[in-house]
C-alpha cells in the first residue's frame, strides 16, 4: 500500500458526517477512516457519537477504521479504546519533546496491549490557535533525525508529520504571515527526508486545500493517511446555505439537511478518487490486531 494510496481520515461529530462519509466510501468501494476529535465528541457525547460510528462501521459494506484525532487525555483515549476504536492519536506535541516522550510511550503501551495501534505528532501541526510565538513555518517543521529518534523509542504504528499543512482556514493574519514564509504549501523534500528514516506510514493532517498535486507527490513518499475535516464541512456548510435560501418553506430538518450531507458525502468521494483509495476496499483489514467489540 505504501506509496501507491492513501486512506482519508475524515472527522465526523455528527450523523449526517458520518452518513455522508459511509456513502461516500461505499460508492467507491474504498476503506476508509472515520475520526472524532475531543470537540466533537463534547459537542455530541462520547457514548452517543461512538455509538452512532460503530453501528455505521458495523452495517458498511466497506472497511471502516474508528479513530480517535488529537488527544492528551489519556482516560479519555483507555475509554475509547474500551469503547472499540481501532487506533488513537496521542498529541502530546504541545509538551516539550522529553513529556511528547513520555506520555506517547505510555499510551503505546497500554494500547499495544489491547491490540489498538497509536499514532503520535512530531513537530506542530498550526491551527487559528497556535499562531503564538511563532516566527517562521520552519520553526515548527518535523526534524528528520528527531522523527526517527521518537519511532524508534515510542513504537508508535503511524506518525504525524509537519510539513507545512496546517488545521482549519487561515484567518488570522499572524498565521498567514507565518505561512507566507514557506516556499509552497507543502514541503515535499521535507516529506522526502522523514520517509528516508522513518518506515512506518505517514500521516498528513490539516491535508484540506493542499493541492492535488502535492498530495499524489506525498503519498509516494510515504503519506498513507490524510485527515481531512475542513474540506468537508466547506461543502456541508456552502450546500446548506444555498438550500435554505432557495426554499425558504421547508423547516423539515431531513429536507433542509439532505443537500449538504450528499455535497459532504461527493467532496469525500473526490478525495478517494484522488488518494487512489477508490476500489481498494476488497481484501482490506481494519487492523487485524484488534479484536471486534
Ligand atoms: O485532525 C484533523 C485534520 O488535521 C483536519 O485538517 O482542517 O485541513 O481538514 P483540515
Ligand atoms: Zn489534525
Redesign the pocket.
Same mark, same amino acid.
Given at each position: 500500500m505504501l506509496g501507491k494510496y492513501a486512506i482519508p481520515a475524515f472527522?465526523t461529530s455528527d450523523l449526517e458526517m458520518t452518513q455522508g462519509i459511509i456513502r461516500a466510501a461505499e460508492k467507491q468501494k474504498a476503506p476508509v477512516i472515520v475520526?472524532t &476529535?475531543v470537540g466533537a465528541l463534547e459537542y455530541a457525547g462520547i457514548d452517543e457519537l461512538v455509538g452512532l460510528n460503530k453501528a455505521f462501521a458495523r452495517e458498511a459494506k466497506i472497511p471502516v477504521a474508528l479513530h480517535q @484525532?488529537?488527544c492528551h487525555d489519556f482516560n479519555l483515549i483507555k475509554k475509547l479504546i474500551s469503547l472499540g476504536y481501532s487506533s488513537v492519536m496521542v498529541d502530546a506535541s504541545h509538551l516539550p519533546y522529553k513529556e511528547n516522550l513520555k506520555l506517547t510511550k505510555a499510551v503505546v503501551s497500554y494500547a499495544h496491549r489491547r491490540g489498538v495501534w497509536v499514532q503520535a505528532e512530531l513537530g506542530r501541526?498550526l491551527g487559528n490557535e497556535d499562531w503564538q510565538n511563532v516566527k517562521s513555518g520552519d520553526d515548527l517543521m518535523t526534524d528528520p533525525d528527531q522523527a526517527a529518534e521518537f519511532v524508534r523509542d515510542t513504537r508508535i504504528d503511524t506518525l504525524a508529520i509537519a510539513v507545512g499543512?496546517?488545521?482549519?482556514i487561515p484567518v488570522d493574519p499572524r498565521i498567514k504571515k507565518v505561512l507566507s514564509t514557506l516556499k509552497e504549501h507543502v514541503d515535499i523534500d521535507r516529506v522526502k527526508a522523514i520517509r528516508k528514516k522513518v518506515k512506518i506510514p505517514l500521516v498528513m493532517?490539516?491535508? &484540506?486545500?493542499v493541492p492535488d498535486k502535492q498530495i499524489r507527490a506525498a503519498i509516494k513518499h510515504g503519506v498513507a493517511v490524510f485527515?481531512? @475535516?475542513? @474540506?468537508l464541512r466547506v461543502a456541508f456548510n456552502k450546500a446548506l446555505r444555498d438550500n435554505l435560501k432557495k426554499h425558504v418553506e421547508v423547516y423539515d430538518p431531513r429536507k433542509i439537511l439532505a443537500p449538504a450531507t450528499e455535497a459532504l458525502s461527493k467532496a469525500a468521494e473526490a478525495k478517494l478518487k484522488l488518494m487512489y483509495t477508490s476500489g481498494k476496499a476488497k481484501g482490506f483489514r481494519v487492523n487485524p490486531s484488534r479484536p471486534r467489540t
Amino acid at each position: 500500500m505504501l506509496g501507491k494510496y492513501a486512506i482519508p481520515a475524515f472527522n465526523t461529530s455528527d450523523l449526517e458526517m458520518t452518513q455522508g462519509i459511509i456513502r461516500a466510501a461505499e460508492k467507491q468501494k474504498a476503506p476508509v477512516i472515520v475520526q472524532t &476529535s475531543v470537540g466533537a465528541l463534547e459537542y455530541a457525547g462520547i457514548d452517543e457519537l461512538v455509538g452512532l460510528n460503530k453501528a455505521f462501521a458495523r452495517e458498511a459494506k466497506i472497511p471502516v477504521a474508528l479513530h480517535q @484525532d488529537h488527544c492528551h487525555d489519556f482516560n479519555l483515549i483507555k475509554k475509547l479504546i474500551s469503547l472499540g476504536y481501532s487506533s488513537v492519536m496521542v498529541d502530546a506535541s504541545h509538551l516539550p519533546y522529553k513529556e511528547n516522550l513520555k506520555l506517547t510511550k505510555a499510551v503505546v503501551s497500554y494500547a499495544h496491549r489491547r491490540g489498538v495501534w497509536v499514532q503520535a505528532e512530531l513537530g506542530r501541526i498550526l491551527g487559528n490557535e497556535d499562531w503564538q510565538n511563532v516566527k517562521s513555518g520552519d520553526d515548527l517543521m518535523t526534524d528528520p533525525d528527531q522523527a526517527a529518534e521518537f519511532v524508534r523509542d515510542t513504537r508508535i504504528d503511524t506518525l504525524a508529520i509537519a510539513v507545512g499543512s496546517v488545521h482549519g482556514i487561515p484567518v488570522d493574519p499572524r498565521i498567514k504571515k507565518v505561512l507566507s514564509t514557506l516556499k509552497e504549501h507543502v514541503d515535499i523534500d521535507r516529506v522526502k527526508a522523514i520517509r528516508k528514516k522513518v518506515k512506518i506510514p505517514l500521516v498528513m493532517h490539516g491535508a &484540506s486545500g493542499v493541492p492535488d498535486k502535492q498530495i499524489r507527490a506525498a503519498i509516494k513518499h510515504g503519506v498513507a493517511v490524510f485527515n481531512i @475535516d475542513t @474540506d468537508l464541512r466547506v461543502a456541508f456548510n456552502k450546500a446548506l446555505r444555498d438550500n435554505l435560501k432557495k426554499h425558504v418553506e421547508v423547516y423539515d430538518p431531513r429536507k433542509i439537511l439532505a443537500p449538504a450531507t450528499e455535497a459532504l458525502s461527493k467532496a469525500a468521494e473526490a478525495k478517494l478518487k484522488l488518494m487512489y483509495t477508490s476500489g481498494k476496499a476488497k481484501g482490506f483489514r481494519v487492523n487485524p490486531s484488534r479484536p471486534r467489540t
